[in-house]
């Protein structure tokens, strides 16, 4: 009898980060202050483009205080910033709202929470300082979760971070700046 829930924290476990060399990646995180239904969306921040632009990848879903998120592949190329760094902001779209997959602006979407101190990272591989900025050096190739190191003499840096740490939270007058 005890087998059965072994067994299933195990098939629990494995579901949540990376997946065998396919591109997928999935985790669960907090979400803090936001009883309602919503979807989650991440929001790539590509800022060595000329202009900077949000890219759309990625779906997730809430239950309760927690938030899942899953990418099926690795990102687009239009989600990776020049230098083979991709960092994803997450963001709570109302009920059940999406974004179809693209370039967007804040500007055409009403959040309702946002991961201000917490994003997705993923490094292509190879993608070393410079271009890539010297805390890049820090992540493993692929995708991994970040947690925003403020006090930057212009920008604010990225440490990596269990996934499980990742906070979604009411919107942000203070979100971190990394390009």
């Given at each position: ?14 579901a ?9 990646f999935?985790f ?73 997959e ?78």
């Amino acid at each position: 009898m005890r087998r059965l829930p072994i067994l299933a924290l195990a098939l629990a476990l494995t579901a949540c980060g990376p997946g065998p060399d396919d591109g997928t990646f999935g985790f669960a995180g907090e979400l803090r202050d936001h009883p309602q239904r919503a979807s989650v969306i991440s929001l790539w921040v590509v800022g060595t483009a000329d202009p900077p632009y949000l890219y759309k990848f990625g779906d997730g879903t809430t239950v309760v205080s927690q938030f899942d998120m899953s990418y099926r592949s690795d990102p687009p190329v239009r989600a990776v910033n020049a230098d083979g760094i991709g960092i994803a902001m997450m963001g709570l779209l109302p009920g059940l709202a999406t974004l179809p997959e693209g370039e967007t602006s804040l500007d055409l979407i009403r959040l309702d929470g946002i991961s201000a101190d917490h994003a997705v990272v993923w490094k292509r591989p190879g993608a070393t300082s410079p271009p890539a900025p010297t805390w890049a050096a820090a992540f493993p190739d692929g995708f991994s979760c970040a947690q925003c190191v403020r006090g930057g003499v212009a920008l604010d840096t990225l440490q990596p971070v269990d996934c499980t740490f990742v906070l979604l939270q009411a919107p942000a007058a203070n979100q971190c700046v990394y390009y």
